[in-house]
Every structure is written in structure tokens, then in C-alpha cells.
């Protein structure tokens, strides 16, 4: 059987969680591997949440928020931005493809955007393989 | 080439006959219904828009009106009202005045007076001619049947020269109207190119379509076709045998009820009443959509076509009961009546249609059947 | 400590769930977790007998927390907290798993779709039950009301609330209240004049005495909260002014598309192509001639410029349509022997009279003329010297499927409506949102139209997209009701899941006074430690994600909450940790 991933998505309240509503309500189709967990802001994603997702075994994760200069709060995304980039050094020296954790911006009205992004990160979730955090816990007990 | 968008065409086909176009908003419904059109001639809607839209060099080039029986369904279907059978109807008038280089035939389908007086000054000429400049005397001797002897006031050699003459002038004015149509209609189509050939072998559906009418069995409504045929078969008969073949038909002798020239002319006398009747009491009940509107040039030739029948079965009855003037009188009334009619309805009027359509059946063939040129921006 | 009892509820939504996902199923494996005391599922749980199921396993079977897997959070999460509310229960103790938006209506595959509807119930359930009970705080609303926008949508508005003896601050921007109304001659359907409609409502805005107008004046800063907004305002060569408000109306209005970067209509290279708006101008001064004075013979008016197009607009502007069938009309009584040219993409009559208005202007010999909105578009160029027009446009004429040229002496282009490029600095000061097309987003495109995001902020008119004078004026009003409404009651409850600091775990690095957008964290000098003032907290949580010793709790987000929701999502064989709370 075709291996199926389980992403993980952050997706902030405003704009992101709305987007992926649209997608619901304009009933476009997309790949059913991604598992969202709501937060106000993508500015709340707390880096442990990535590294927690991780070490619970999904193969990829996505945080979504307002576009720059969008946010509900402003600057919550600038954040998350900054924080996206030393986590992506950071599972890198851990061992996990960077490929596997990205930011992008979805507005409330891209909900066709939403699922391109989702089912871009299932394709190449898909062809980078199980995450690594599972073939090392494998390995190891 | 882009054709030009003209306001003023509405105005000019309304002369033809009045229609309710702003009603269309076109939903196709007409052509979907229509079981005549087909990829390629696709009506009534297209020709409608042309018209609204003034393309006159579409609507001149075009032979859809002429492929329509106008069985009414369209008409029935429209959910606007907006009467595309009628428009149709209307646009075959325009169409018959664009063909005609003589400018009469817009004369006299725009203008009421126009066809009664040119109708009257030739009704005036064939009595003039036929009771009084006729040099010869009233011949008050019956033949052995007892039968009045036609031929000694109306010698069948002048009037056979006559009826060629008339003949020749409406078969020049109706082939040259015939050459502009299909000069209109296949040589300035580039986008299809016809082969000699093609003229050739379609030639043949060009006599199978005069003489069965079959496209107009394919309306839903089977009853018009058939008084329709009679209509066309007696008419084309008589026209055959009071014209070509006056010397045989029309003689001293009174045939038997079996002998061809009879029979053929009771068939045609009864197929012109039977159209005639079935036409015109529809028309006067406004039966059905078809008959909904007439123009005064249905009504002119529903009626003259009548009277000439009905003189001509006058002068039949007298004639064989040997009574001498009231044959003589019915006689030159039935000239008088049956020379308007063919010279102002058959090359200029509703009698046209009796070429045009046929014709238009063979150039829509030849056009089918030609190598496209390029691809047309028909959507 | 009382045993956490957990209630499950799985909606069938119609067939709008349970066509793509066995909720049976769902709710049968949920079942089997501990701490779930009873799992159903229900056709409708939004429904009345849907919430007096939960409503009585609350009093019946004591329980104390309530996951509820239907639609979005967004339309029903209120309906449900109410719910719990009236059982009894703190409305907080309640978590939704979104198995329609997010799963129903998006996949198509019923096992992976069964399967990942689990995946978020069993999350739902494992963050519910880290929960906390959380009590709603109210604020005092300040009953004045702050207007911006001074066109016929935010008049409407400032009208109605003032006619209820309320205060309102009308702020406008240009020199003169009016808007885009004021730049109209005759209103469609019924051709009446709009100046003499507008001149009325001016009037009154003016006279009212509950009513401060500042024209000339822009805002430079909004701040606050519903009930308590605070802005600052700089009327023309005067001195700042401070204003104190508890709503904000916006209804800052719209602005025409610019059809001089569509190369086809060549607008502003030949001389008479107007835009729809210039020749409303025309129309007014009672002059419908060419640049060169001659009145047109041809005049060809061309529908949806810079809309319904992909390359400018995707929406249709809403209005243009029938002020091009206006215009018709006027045309054709003022140049009765002059060919009119309706060249259109789809003709969109609705609304009372409109259709009407069609029927009539089709009868009055105007050539209706249809190009196809995703084929190439109309070419206008300059006519030659033995056209007999100025201009001679070429289309595919749809409904006749030809190649057309229309001739023309006047070309009028009835331009889009966009949203102003001033609308993002207007968003960012009262903290709403955009859509892809800049107009403003409203709370719930079809429960609440008017309502944004931010409470206390309402919008109304063309701002939140285009609109004719009617249905602007409808928003409005329905604006001041809402207002009106929160003023009556006096109070408003404010963001109860705020943020908060624990005192001892504090280092005070000060990282979040740094973060925070709204400057609600401050710094006690004497205890080394920060503080959240819980009314300027909107509780976005960002401090939460940046604080080192996690000594900030995001309430109703807390890391805990969160964390545990990652396992549920990823262990599906492992029990709830907690038992007791």
C-alpha cells in the first residue's frame, strides 16, 4: 500500500482556519492526510508544538497565517516567521528533511489556495518517506 | 471580415411584415425544437439575430429561411412570444425582394397599392385584349357533343404564342433572380468551395425535393405537408398543361372522363381547392401559429389563385353544356385573373417560393457537400 | 477534584457529514475511550432537539466536558457554549471537532475521511480535558459612536443612531459629505434624481444635533476596545482632536477602476471614450456632445470594464449594468434619432425593477450586443476616413457567433468598482480583515453581514463590496440597530481567553513586553515580573509562544491544551492521560 503521511497544520484563527472553511464550503478536494489544530495566531505556535508534533511521529507540519502585513494582531505572523526560519536550522540538525515543516500564508477568501498548498505538501511529504524521528525510534527499540 | 452592425435593417424588414423583436432573448429553444435545422443551417434563431443585429450580407447569403416550412413550432415553443415562424415568413419576403433586381417585388410587398394597381392595369389589358381587340366574332355553333367551340373566338395558336410569351417572361425574371441567389448565397460564401461535380450529382435532389416536398414530412404536423403537396402538384400540373401543353389539353373535342387530359386536369383542380380551402379557412380562423398572421400577399394570392380555379372550372361546366356566353365571359374573366396572378406572383411575389425553395434545398446541399475553405467562427 | 465525565457528540449534518464519513462508526470507537461517558451521534445536533440532547446528559449523567464534531468552530461553537451554559455547565468546558469544512466536504475517499474525523475527535477530546472553566467579563460601552465614511451608507448610519439620541462622530475625508451618490445625476431603476435624494439626507446630517460632522479630517490613530475606542483625529489646518467612542461604523466607500490599463478601449489615447463616471458628468451639465461639440450619431456603451474579467477584476461590479441601461434611456430621449449600442457580456437585472427597466430600454431600438467574457475582448479603434464614425469598435458578437464591427462616435466605458487603495491603512486601524479583493470581510458571509471580526466594528456600504444605494443604505441601518442594541444593554463582555502571567515562574526577561502588538504586558519594577492588563489583551497568544519559561498560560490555548491535542491526533491507542481534574 502507498505509504499515506499525517500532517499536522497550525492554522490561525482569522485568516487560515477560515481559508481551509472555504475550501469546505466551496467543496474543493483535496488530499486527506493533513490533521488541523486551530490556534488565534500563527504568532501562538509555539515551537514546541512543531518539535512536539515531530517527535509524536507526524511526517510533516504546516502553519498557516495571514498574509504580511494582514494579521489580525497585526504582527503575529512576522513572528511565526521568524521563528519558521530558526526552526527549519534546527530540524535540520536534528535529522529531519526541512522539507518537511512549512509556513505559508493563507488568507480567509484562498481557500483553493489552501488546498493546493496542502495537497503541493502531501506530494512531497509522500516522496520524501516516513519522517526520520520514526525510522530512528524504530531502529532503536 | 467583420460585417458591420446596421440599426436601420430592423426597420427596413419591418415593412415586410411586423414582428416583436426585442422579445428574443435568445434560449434557443426555437432551434432546438425545429426538426428541419441542422449543423451548418442553423435557424430560426441565427437568422432572427442577423436581423436584429442588421448583418445584411448574412441574411442575404443565408438559405435558412428558405429550408422552413414554418411548421409553427418554434413559434409555440418561444417563451417570449417573439414569434420566430412569423420572422421566418417575413424574412423569406425580404429575401425574395433581395433577389429581385427589378425593384417590383419590394414594391409590391411594401406597398398595397402598388400590387392592386399593377394587378388591375393587367387584368384592364387581358379584357381589352381578349373581348375587344379580338378580331373574331362570337361563334354561336356547338361541335357534335354539343360542347361551345373555345378555339373559333380564342384561336389555341395565339393564345399558345401568348402563353409562351408570358412564360418566357416570367422564367427569365425568375432565372435571373435565381442566378442572383445563388450568386448570393454559394459564390460569395468563401469559406466553402463547390465542385462542378457536385452541381451535377445534387442536381437530382433538386427534382426529388420539387416533386415530393419531403423536408416539409418532417415537420411534426404531417397535414400541411399533405395539402401543402396538393397544392403544389396541381398547381405545377395545370401550369404544365395550360403552358406547355395548351395544344393537348385545351382542344375541340371533349375527352372522356378517362382519357389523360381529364384526369389530369380534374386531379390538379381538385388539389389547388383542397390547399386552397385547407389554407385559407386556417387563415381566416387563424388556425394554429401558421396561419396566425397573413400578410395582404397571402391573402392576394389565396384569392386569386381561387378565382382562377374556379373560373377555370366555370368555363369547363359552360363549355360542355354548350353554353356559349356565359363560356366566352367566364373566359376572358379567368385571363383576366389568371395572367396578374402568374406575372405578379410568381417571379416577384409569394409564388417565387416555389423555385427559391427547391433551389436553396440544392444550394444548401451544394454547400454541405463542399470543401471547407477555412474554419468558420460559427459558435 | 471530580472525575472528568466526557459527552460525545457526532452530527450527522444531514447527509452533509455522513455521506462522507461513518459517524456511527466515529462516535461507536470514540465510545470506547475513558472519561467518555457517553458518545451519540444525531442528524442535527445544532438543533433544538440536538441541543436538549446535551442539555440533559449534562443534568442526567453529570458531565463536565462536552466535545461536539460537527461543523466549523466559526458558525456553531456560540450555539453549543450556550448550550452547556444553560445546563449549568461553564460554556469554556467545551472543545469542537470540525468534521464537515475540514473533512465531509473536502475529501472523497469515506475511509480516510472516517478515519481522519477520529483523529480530530480524539484530539478534540484530549484537549477538552485540560479545559478550564473561564467566567466572562464585561466592560462598559461608551454610547457615542464613530462614523467613517461620510457618503449615503455612513449618513444612514450616523442618522439612525443619532434619531435615537446617541452621539456619533461623522468623519469624511473630503471637502463636502456626499460620496459617490453625490457624483450621480439619475439613479436607476426608477431614473429618479439622486441630487435631489442626496441634497435630503445631507440636510438632516447636518441639522441633527447628535450629530458631529468633521469633513476635511483624516484618522491618524484608532485604539481600544468595544465599548472603549479611542481615536485621534486632524481636521484640515486645525489641532488634533481626541475622540472617545464604543462602536465604529466604517463605511469608507469605494473607488472606480481605472480603464486606462485595458490597451483594447484605448481610454485616453482617443479623445471621446469616457469613462461611465464622466459621462454621468456629461449627463448632468445637460450636454451630450463629442469633444468637437457635434452631438454623437453612434454612441456604443461597453458593459463590465476591469470586471468579471481575470485579468482585472474576477467580481461583477453590480451597479454598472443598470446604469448602462440608464444611461440608454437618457440617450435615447435626449438624441432620439442617434444608434445605441449596448455592447455587453451578461446583462444582470436583478433587484425590484430592474428587470423591468430592461424589458423597457429594449423596446426603445437600442441594438443589444454580446461579447463572450472569456474570449478576447472589444477592439476600439479609429474609424477611416469613409466610415461615416469616428470609432469603429470589433467584437464576436456571441448570440450571433460573427465577427462584428459597431460604429461609434462616443464610447462609454461603464468601469468596475474597486475597493480604495486607503482601504489596508483603514483595516489595520480598527483590526479587520480584507478579502483577496481588498473589500472588507464581514463576521459571516450570510448570518452576519455586517458585523466584522473586531467587536464594535461594523461594516457597511460598497466598503465591503460593491453595492447600490439601496442595499447600502439597508446595511447601515442594520449596523445602527446592532449598535444601538449594545448601547441599550450598556455593557459588553470582552475576551475572556486572555493571557496571563504566573508570578513565580516569571524570570522577567521582559520578551513578551517586546512581542506583544498590543501593548497590554507591563513590567512591575518592584516584583521583577511582567503583568497582562486583560483588557487590552485580545488574546492572541504570541507572548505565550515566546516566553522561555513558560510562565505565560494563553487561557483556552494553553501549551498543555495544545500539547495534548498533538498526541491525540498522533496516539491512537493510547488513553487519555488524566482522570481527574
Known amino acids: 500500500m502507498e505509504f499515506q503521511p499525517k500532517i499536522i497544520a497550525f492554522l490561525c484563527n482569522w485568516c487560515s482556519y477560515t481559508g481551509a472553511d472555504l475550501a469546505g464550503t466551496s467543496r474543493i478536494k483535496y488530499a486527506p492526510n493533513i490533521r488541523v489544530i486551530r490556534v488565534m495566531c500563527s504568532g501562538r505556535v509555539d515551537p514546541t508544538f512543531v518539535l512536539k508534533s515531530f517527535t509524536e511521529g507526524a511526517d510533516g507540519v504546516l502553519i498557516c497565517g495571514c498574509h504580511p502585513g494582514d494579521c489580525h494582531y497585526h504582527e503575529g505572523n512576522y513572528k511565526c516567521l521568524r521563528r519558521y526560519h530558526l526552526l527549519v536550522k534546527y530540524i535540520e540538525q536534528m535529522g529531519i528533511r526541512p522539507e518537511r515543516l512549512r509556513l505559508e500564508w493563507v488568507s480567509a477568501s484562498e481557500g483553493k489556495i489552501f488546498a493546493e498548498i496542502v495537497n503541493e505538501m502531501v506530494q512531497t511529504v509522500k516522496a520524501l518517506g516516513p519522517s526520520e524521528v520514526k525510522t530512528v525510534v524504530e531502529t532503536l527499540t | 471580415m467583420s460585417q458591420r452592425v446596421d440599426q436601420s435593417l430592423v426597420r427596413e424588414v419591418e415593412k415586410f411584415g411586423k414582428g416583436s423583436w426585442n422579445e428574443c432573448f435568445h434560449c434557443g429553444n426555437c432551434t432546438a425544437i425545429c426538426p428541419l435545422t441542422e449543423e451548418g443551417f442553423l435557424f430560426p434563431r441565427k437568422s432572427y439575430r442577423a436581423m436584429q443585429m442588421g448583418l445584411k450580407q448574412t441574411l442575404a447569403s443565408g438559405l435558412e429561411p428558405w429550408l422552413c416550412y414554418y411548421c409553427g413550432d418554434c413559434s409555440t415553443s418561444c417563451p417570449r412570444d417573439a414569434n420566430p415562424g412569423e420572422t421566418m415568413m417575413i424574412l423569406r419576403r425580404y429575401l425574395t425582394s433581395v433577389y429581385d433586381w427589378t425593384g417590383l417585388s419590394k414594391k409590391f410587398y411594401t406597398s398595397h397599392w402598388w400590387e392592386f394597381i399593377f394587378v388591375l392595369i393587367l387584368a384592364v389589358i387581358m379584357v381589352i385584349l381578349f373581348g375587344f381587340i379580338n378580331p373574331n366574332p362570337v361563334d354561336y355553333t356547338l361541335t357534335a357533343e354539343g360542347s361551345v367551340r373555345i378555339n373559333a373566338m380564342f384561336p389555341i395558336k395565339w393564345v399558345e404564342l401568348g402563353d409562351w410569351a408570358m412564360a418566357i417572361l416570367v422564367a427569365s425574371l425568375l432565372i435571373s433572380n435565381i442566378l442572383r441567389m445563388w450568386y448570393k448565397t454559394v459564390i460569395q460564401d468563401k469559406s466553402v468551395k463547390v465542385s462542378l461535380f457536385s452541381y451535377i450529382r445534387e442536381f437530382y435532389l433538386l427534382v426529388v425535393h420539387f416533386i415530393t416536398q419531403k423536408r416539409f414530412s418532417k415537420c411534426e404536423d404531417k397535414n400541411y405537408w399533405l395539402s401543402h403537396w396538393f397544392l403544389m402538384t396541381g398547381y405545377s400540373i395545370m401550369f404544365a398543361v395550360i403552358v406547355v401543353w395548351l395544344p393537348w389539353f385545351q382542344t375541340e373535342k371533349v375527352y372522356l372522363w378517362y382519357e389523360p387530359q381529364r384526369l389530369l386536369g380534374y386531379y390538379a383542380t381538385f388539389g389547388l381547392l383542397f390547399g386552397l380551402i385547407v389554407a385559407g379557412v386556417g387563415r381566416i380562423r387563424k388556425k394554429g401559429v401558421k396561419f396566425r398572421f397573413s400578410h395582404i400577399s397571402d391573402w392576394l394570392f389565396i384569392v386569386m389563385l381561387f378565382l382562377t380555379t374556379v373560373t377555370g372550372i366555370l368555363v369547363h361546366i359552360f363549355r360542355i353544356n354548350g353554353m356559349v356566353e356565359a363560356t366566352y365571359i367566364s373566359y376572358i374573366v379567368h385571363m383576366a385573373v389568371l395572367v396578374p396572378m402568374v406575372i405578379v406572383e410568381v417571379p416577384f411575389s409569394k409564388w417565387s417560393h416555389l423555385a427559391y425553395r427547391p433551389f436553396a434545398v440544392y444550394f444548401a446541399n451544394l454547400k454541405k457537400s463542399g470543401q471547407p475553405v477555412k474554419a468558420s467562427v460559427q459558435s | ?581
Not at chain 3, 443612531?161 to 453625490?182: C, N, P, Q, R, T
Not at chain 3, 431603476?189 to 441630487?195: C, I, V
Not at chain 3, 458631529?212 to 481600544?224: K, L, Q, S
Open chain 3, 1 to 581: 477534584m471530580e472525575e472528568v465525565k466526557i459527552g460525545v457528540y457526532v452530527c450527522w449534518c444531514g447527509t452533509n457529514i455522513a455521506k462522507m464519513v461513518d459517524v456511527e462508526e466515529v462516535a461507536k470507537e470514540i465510545g470506547k475511550y475513558p472519561n467518555v461517558v457517553i458518545a451519540r451521534d444525531y442528524k442535527y445536533m445544532c438543533s433544538d432537539p440536538g441541543q436538549e440532547l446535551i442539555i440533559n446528559d449534562i443534568k442526567k449523567l453529570g458531565l463536565n466536558r462536552v466535545v461536539v464534531s460537527a461543523c466549523s468552530p466559526r458558525i456553531h461553537e456560540l450555539t453549543f457554549r450556550k448550550a452547556l451554559e444553560k445546563a449549568g455547565l461553564n460554556p469554556y468546558l467545551f472543545e469542537m471537532a470540525n468534521i464537515r469544512e475540514q473533512d465531509s466536504w473536502v475529501h472523497t475517499d469515506r475511509v480516510e475521511a472516517t478515519r481522519k474525523a477520529k483523529d480530530l475527535v480524539r484530539a478534540a477530546l484530549h484537549k477538552v480535558l485540560f479545559h478550564e472553566p473561564l467566567s466572562e467579563r464585561t466592560v462598559e460601552i461608551n454610547p457615542a459612536t464613530l462614523v467613517i465614511g461620510g457618503g449615503i451608507a455612513g449618513m444612514s448610519a450616523a442618522l439612525e443612531i443619532a434619531g435615537a439620541g446617541k452621539k456619533v462622530y461623522l468623519v469624511e475625508k473630503m471637502e463636502s459629505l456626499g460620496g459617490m451618490m453625490a457624483r450621480l445625476d439619475l439613479t436607476f431603476p426608477g431614473l429618479e434624481s439622486a441630487r435631489d435624494n442626496l441634497q435630503l439626507t445631507v440636510a438632516r446630517v447636518m441639522k441633527d444635533p447628535n450629530i458631529e460632522v468633521y469633513t476635511n479630517t483624516v484618522i491618524r490613530d484608532i485604539f481600544g476596545y468595544v465599548g472603549n475606542f479611542e481615536c485621534i483625529i486632524s481636521p484640515n489646518f486645525k489641532e488634533d482632536i481626541s475622540l472617545q467612542f464604543g462602536n465604529v461604523v466604517v463605511a469608507t466607500g469605494l473607488k472606480t477602476f481605472d480603464p486606462s490599463v485595458i490597451p483594447e478601449y484605448k481610454y485616453g489615447q482617443l479623445p471621446d471614450i469616457y469613462t461611465s463616471h464622466e459621462f454621468e458628468g456629461m449627463l448632468t451639465s445637460g450636454r451630450i456632445v463629442r469633444k468637437d461639440g457635434r452631438p454623437p450619431e453612434n454612441v456604443a456603451i461597453i458593459h463590465c470594464v476591469g470586471s468579471r474579467n481575470r485579468n482585472y477584476h474576477e467580481y461583477c461590479s453590480r451597479v454598472c449594468c443598470m446604469t448602462a441601461l440608464k444611461y440608454a434611456n437618457q440617450l435615447r430621449s435626449a438624441l432620439p434619432e442617434a444608434n445605441i449600442f449596448e455592447i455587453y457580456a451578461d446583462m444582470r437585472a436583478m433587484g425590484k425593477g430592474c428587470e423591468e427597466l430592461y424589458s423597457l430600454s429594449s423596446r426603445r431600438k437600442i441594438m443589444f450586443l454580446m461579447f463572450d467574457q472569456q474570449g478576447p475582448l472589444p477592439v476600439i479603434r479609429k474609424a477611416g476616413s469613409r466610415d461615416k464614425c469616428d470609432y469603429l469598435i470589433t467584437l464576436q458578437e456571441k448570440l450571433s457567433g460573427q465577427d462584428i464591427e459597431v460604429p461609434a462616435d462616443m464610447v462609454i466605458l461603464m468601469v468596475g468598482t474597486e475597493a480604495r487603495e486607503d482601504a489596508k491603512e483603514v483595516a489595520h486601524q480598527v483590526g479587520i480583515s480584507m478579502c483577496g479583493n481588498a473589500f472588507f470581510i464581514e463576521k459571516h458571509p450570510k448570518l452576519d453581514p455586517v458585523a466584522t471580526t473586531t467587536n464594535g466594528v461594523y461594516i457597511v456600504g460598497s466598503c465591503q463590496g460593491p453595492k447600490d444605494i439601496p442595499d447600502s443604505i439597508s446595511q447601515a441601518r442594520a449596523a445602527a440597530a446592532r449598535i444601538l442594541g449594545t448601547i441599550a444593554q450598556g455593557s459588553v463582555t470582552v475576551e475572556v481567553t486572555t493571557a496571563n502571567v504566573n508570578e513565580e515562574l516569571c524570570c522577567g526577561c521582559q520578551t513578551c513586553i517586546k512581542v506583544c502588538p498590543y501593548t497590554a504586558i507591563s513590567f512591575k519594577e518592584e516584583e521583577k515580573v511582567s503583568f497582562v492588563n486583560e483588557i487590552l489583551c485580545k488574546g492572541c497568544g504570541t507572548c505565550g509562544s515566546a516566553c522561555p519559561t513558560g510562565a505565560i498560560t494563553c487561557r483556552h490555548f494553553t501549551d498543555r491544551q495544545l500539547i495534548n491535542q498533538i498526541e491525540g491526533l498522533m496516539r491512537m491507542d493510547v488513553e487519555p492521560e488524566l482522570k481527574e481534574v
